[in-house]
């Protein structure tokens, strides 16, 4: 298993593989009304092939949960929505928004 660190350049195609694996994911997650909250490039683990699995959900929340706010040392900062910054209610946008930022 390789962490999302890899130290050799990818060919577009295969990022772009790994951008569309990823969003993938956290679309199954907001499906099933759960926004993940905390993504990060520790948190994303890829295979040989090209897998990709999202680890530590500890602070993923339920997406109708208007309760949904990170407290300012839960996630990194580079990686959080404007929204996780000011503090605010967020969703699944959130998640969309820190994959752009880990890419």
């Avoid at 948190?43 to 602070?59: A, F, K, S, T």
């Avoid at 993923?60 to 404007?82: C, G, H, K, V």
């Amino acid at each position: 298993v390789l962490q999302i660190s890899i130290k050799k350049r990818l060919k577009h195609s295969a990022l772009s593989f790994l951008i569309y694996r990823c969003l993938s994911g956290v679309r199954y997650l907001h499906r099933m009304g759960i926004v993940y909250g905390d993504l990060k490039p520790s948190n994303i683990v890829v295979d040989e092939q090209y897998q990709v699995q999202l680890l530590d959900p500890g602070l993923s929340r339920l997406i109708w949960d208007q309760e949904s706010r990170l407290s300012e040392f839960t996630t990194q900062r580079r990686y959080r929505a404007p929204e996780i910054l000011m503090g605010a209610v967020f969703d699944g946008k959130a998640d969309v928004w820190s994959i752009g930022c880990i890419f």
